[in-house]
């Protein structure tokens, strides 16, 4: 009975144009310049900070790190 009553169902496919991608923008290409200038400035920042600075702060957390140990006992007999 369902087979009797069948219809034939054509489709159509139209293409679209695909949106073409934007191109980089004058402010991302100024925020990836100065992005690589802080990445290549991080090491000479960093070499600035000296130990005093940081040797509390690693001895707190790791009292057996080679910059607690290193020099340990001239600062001991300093005090």
């Known amino acids: 009975m369902l ?3 069948a219809r034939s169902v054509s489709v159509r496919a139209e293409a679209k144009a695909q949106p073409k991608a934007p191109k980089a923008s004058l402010a991302r290409a100024a925020a990836a310049v100065v992005t690589t200038m802080a ?3 991080a090491p000479v920042i960093a070499a600035e900070v000296s130990n005093d600075t940081v040797r ?3 001895c707190a957390g790791n ?3 080679k910059i607690c140990l290193k020099g340990s ?3 001991s007999q300093q005090n």
């Open 3 to 5: 087979a009797s009553r």
């Open 39 to 41: 990445l290549l400035a």
């Open 56 to 58: 509390p702060a690693v």
């Open 63 to 65: 009292p057996t790190a």
């Open 73 to 75: 006992f001239e600062r």
